[in-house]
């Protein structure tokens, strides 16, 4: 039987208390200070070299927030806990548990909590990707435009 | 502002009643016949032609099973509900909602409900793989040579 070599944490990760996993690293969202975010964290639930996309596990605390950011890449996002508002592109939408979200290429795209509970979500990502880009001050002018956009972004 | 042309339903799909999403189709897991297996169906959540990978969403009704199988691509499994007795190589483990499963190239796998409630599982996969093998005669022999495995196989 020609079965690889592999430990059997290599293969098997439990769910533990708090929204961590069994060997998973829990770190920052991105570097403090190379974008504006507010009180995320991460963890690469697979990166495989077999595997031409990785999924992640990304946590906001109540009243946090991802960049406002785009890129060429997409994301396919399941939420997996709690509540958020997200907005992508022109559209702010409120989602919950199990709900997906597509992020198409180059569109604006921000992940906001709602309510006290934190707020969890999958995101589905090629390996090899481009960097993400950030507003400049005309960009938010324009995406700023549209009133619901405003008040999300203002929030 | 140079976002696509998408429609809302494009980007955001709600999660409905029974583990069913907004405009996803519900499949069969495979052609009837083509594999043993019992119980289980398909729903894919993400196919995007940007994506190299695609998120399925399998559900096993309780005494369900998937098919015993191996193949040169990789699986990066989240069970998202319910509790199952995974097989991966050599190891049999039971596993719950949110676990973690990595199936490796080339090593046999299969999931089996664990008690009353249906049991459903995310799957990571590349969009460009390799089909399927079943295990031959002597694969199975192979295999049951380790009693835990001929357990988890008898079942």
Same mark, same amino acid.
């Given at each position: =039987? ?11 990760r439990?769910?533990?208390e708090?929204?961590? +996993?069994? !060997? @998973? ?10 974008? #504006? ?6 963890? @690469?639930?697979?990166?495989? &070299? ?27 996002? =399941? ?9 992508? !592109?022109?559209? %702010?939408? #409120? %989602? ?7 992020? &198409?290429? =180059?569109? +604006?795209?921000?992940?906001r909590?709602?309510?006290?509970? #934190? =707020? ?6 090629? %390996?090899?990707?481009?960097? &993400?880009?950030? &507003? ?19 929030l």
């Amino acid at each position: =039987m020609d079965k690889p070599e592999a430990t059997q944490s290599d293969i098997f990760r439990a769910f533990l208390e708090n929204y961590r +996993w069994d !060997g @998973v690293p829990h770190l920052p969202y991105k570097e403090e200070g190379s974008a #504006p975010f507010k009180s995320i964290t991460r963890q @690469v639930l697979f990166h495989d &070299p077999e595997l031409r996309c990785e999924l992640r596990y990304f946590e906001v605390a109540p009243g946090g927030y991802s960049t406002l950011e785009r890129h060429q890449h997409s994301h396919g996002v =399941m939420i997996l806990r709690g509540e958020a508002d997200v907005m992508v !592109g022109g559209e %702010v939408k #409120p %989602v919950k548990t199990h709900d997906l979200v597509r992020i &198409p290429p =180059m569109t +604006w795209h921000r992940f906001r909590t709602r309510g006290e509970e #934190p =707020m969890g979500f999958l995101c589905m990502v090629n %390996v090899e990707r481009d960097r &993400p880009q950030l &507003p400049t001050a005309e960009d938010l002018e324009t995406l700023q435009a549209d009133p619901k956009i405003a008040d999300f972004l203002a929030l």
